[in-house]
């Protein structure tokens, strides 16, 4: 008699433990594939979480292990190989980070690479100071249409593609309060005094235009334009135009300042000239 009331007992408390254990477990299902499923009776992944939804405030997510950046250092030392994608949050950075740690910069969630801990938020020129250092390759940046590219080759351009026979290439206006051109004697040589510029820029033809469709793509706006023709003006001053790697041409319009200057010097000294001459004939009336 003691000893059935022990077995029923025992049965009782057995049940009981199953009971709980099955409610414990009643989320976590294991599929036959050798998937774990919570809250889903049939994963689609190795692990395949599904929120309870209903509707109660309960929080939903996951929570991956949280620990500060000296204690990551700390536990570094005992990672075993094969332990790749490894994830932690960091939640402080060390105080005196070695190199395993040394991209635990902030609060975040990292991972364990094999080498050192790699922050899970990917660095970009958006999201992180610092160089881009990955070798010839091109960078652009598009908002809405208007793009900002820098070339592999160190060249920048805006609006457009960059020529590489330019640092920076506008496809537009540039507006600026001042600009400064390098013209210091110690990084010039051979310097040589222009002569008889006005026989050189009464070559030049000075026209209005508009641009055409293809000029208005390159940043060109819908208002009259004054200015030269590249090819006519390649005839005459052939350093101060540029062919693009699309083959159009372009005047540096800057390197004509001095010779219109020589030239107004020029013409100041014919009038003084003739001045002088003028007052030696009133004289000699």
């Known amino acids: 008699m003691k000893n059935s009331i022990f077995l029923q007992k025992e049965h009782s408390a057995v049940f009981r433990l199953c009971l709980i254990g099955s409610i414990s477990i009643s989320s976590l299902m294991f599929s036959q594939a050798g998937r774990i499923g919570i809250n889903t009776p049939n994963p689609k992944a190795t692990l395949d979480i599904t929120a309870k939804t209903d509707g109660t ?16 250092q700390t536990m570094t030392a005992s990672i075993q190989p094969g332990t790749e994608s490894l994830m932690i949050y960091a939640t402080a950075v060390p105080a005196s980070p070695t190199a395993k740690v040394s991209k ?11 080498n050192g801990w790699e922050s899970m938020v990917s660095s970009n020129i958006y999201t992180a100071d ?4 990955t070798p010839l390759a091109a960078r652009n940046v598009d908002l809405n249409g208007k793009n900002l590219v820098f070339s592999g080759n160190g060249s920048v351009g805006i609006g457009t593609a960059p020529s590489a026979s330019a640092k920076l290439d506008v496809a537009g206006t540039i507006k600026a309060s001042a600009i400064d051109y390098n013209s210091d004697e110690r990084l010039k040589q051979n310097i040589t005094s222009i002569q008889s510029s006005g026989e050189v820029l009464g ?21 009259l334009q004054y200015g030269l023709v590249a090819q006519e003006v390649e005839k005459v001053l052939p350093n101060i135009v540029s062919t693009d ?3 159009y041409k372009s005047v540096n319009y800057n390197e004509l300042i001095p010779l219109l200057l020589q030239t107004v010097q020029e013409q100041d000294k014919k009038i003084t000239e003739l001045q002088k001459e003028i007052q030696l004939l009133k004289k000699t009336k």
């Not at 939903?60 to 292990?65: A, D, N, R």
């Not at 610092?130 to 250092?133: L, V, Y």
């Not at 033809?205 to 390159?218: A, H, I, L, Q, T």
């Open 130 to 133: 610092g160089s881009i250092t």
């Open 203 to 223: 070559k030049l033809r000075p026209v209005s235009y508009f641009w055409n469709e293809k000029g208005k793509k390159k940043g060109g706006n819908a208002q």
């Open 57 to 72: 405030s309960a929080a939903e997510g996951l929570m991956i292990p949280r620990l500060t950046g000296d204690q990551i």
């Open 245 to 247: 790697n699309e083959g």
């Open 104 to 114: 635990i910069t902030q609060p975040g969630y990292y991972f364990w690479n094999g």
